[in-house]
């Protein structure tokens, strides 16, 4: 399972997750909302759009297809 990290209106979020989509990993990611947790909104408050494994690794935009798929092979 991955986790986007995103808020409303963010066109960045809507990028990262176009790029979740084209990978095929659309239904195995969450996406979680900054603004609904206050611990989440003081991690990623200004580094959204934040993609998360289950490790706790991190992908911070901005990330292409490719470097998304060399972060999922790593």
Do not use: K, N, S
């Not at 003081?42 to 991190?58: F, T």
């Amino acid at each position: 399972m991955l986790t986007l990290f995103h808020t409303d209106g963010c066109h960045l979020c809507e990028q990262a997750w176009a790029q979740v989509e084209e990978a095929g990993l659309a239904a195995r990611t969450r996406q979680c909302d900054i603004m609904e947790d206050a611990d989440w909104l003081a991690a990623y408050r200004v580094r959204i759009p934040v993609l998360r494994d289950e490790a706790g690794r991190e992908l911070g935009w901005p990330f292409t297809l490719a470097e998304l798929r060399l972060w999922l092979a790593a």
